[in-house]
């Protein structure tokens, strides 16, 4: 695993956590600002696997 791919998993599973906060909470502006940091760490963990996967087939 490469650290983009390692902090973008990260950023998801925190993100996913203010998600369920906020819904627990009904602070909905949690539960959006959580939405959109797991989206970021699943963009940024995807770019983490293309760049392993260019890596790979060199």
Known sequence: MNKDQVKGRIEEVKGK???V???ITDDKNLE???NIQKNS???QAGFGDLKN???KGS
């Open 41 to 43: 760490g699943k963009a």
């Open 17 to 19: 956590v203010k998600e």
């Open 21 to 23: 906060a906020g819904k």
């Open 53 to 55: 996967d260019l890596k």
């Open 32 to 34: 959006v600002k959580g």
